[in-house]
């Protein structure tokens, strides 16, 4: 077993949970960034989303992982450093390095240093031979992955219709840093696609209620973590399909008028008024192939389930 930790990067000061939620609700509407879902209960809870009979994103994007790892594989070629760009459980990239002619090494990068950790010893011990080196970095912001000895070609991995949860713009933008610090390699990258609304609507509304106590638990983290008095019972999750802008759009609406403390600052809250917490916009495999041109890539291949739910692109640098 190879599992170098060969460098952990601490995630930039100045982005901290406080200073973001104050900055959000300086704005109208409020918002909190989405990002922040994902503490430990969040990301808990994302994992049941995962589950759910109406999400079929995961296991969508899973089936064609496993079917088309051997074409993917044949794309990004032998001897390749895999970068994958939020890697979570390091699960879904398996299929690829069963398939990958001798891989030179796997780079996860993730935010979430102690359960990267976790997660490269139990991929490692499976991997004999392959050097594991996780960072702990937030990918969005601008960052160097260092290079390798002998500096093997890289492929991206960015999965999970992560892309989505960018403004259209900001996902030009980071594909755009993604590519150069993939340094001449390709990127493969999930992207969830336009279809019928009720199905979208379903999915993000799903009737276990998983997915609003995944959007209500930032009022409970800002209570843990930043002292805050919020009555998540006071908030509604309200998910609409926006289907002229394409995207889920993720609300926390104040059900009633109430004034919330949050450190030493008092918020003032309407009846009806929302906390904007996400977007999750969707794309058809051309407009998605438009913007990765944008950001400099040339799209090449893309594989998508017969019900054309989601797709994933390989897009060479
Ligand atoms: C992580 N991301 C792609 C999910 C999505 O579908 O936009 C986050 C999510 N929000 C609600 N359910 C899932």
Redesign the pocket.
Known sequence: MDARLARIAPAPAGNSFAEALLMGFARTPKEIA?KY?YDETGSRL?DR?CDLPE?Y?TRTERALLQRYAPEIAALMGPDVEIVEFGAGSLRKVRPLLDRLKNPRAYTPVDISGDHLADMVRTLAADYAGLVVRPLVADFTLPMTIPTLLGRPRRAGFFT???I??FKPDAAVALLRRMRSMLDGGGLLVGV?LVKDPGRLHA??NDTAGI?AA?NKNLLVRANRELGADFDPDAFAHYAPYNASARR?E?YLVSLRRQSVTVGDQRFEFAQGEPVHT?D?YKYTTESFREMAARAGFSPRAVWTDPERLLSIHWLES
């Open positions: 989405c879902f994302f989303i999400y994103q999970g219709s992560t989505g949860n969830d999915a993000y997915t995944f889920i993720m996400e999750s």
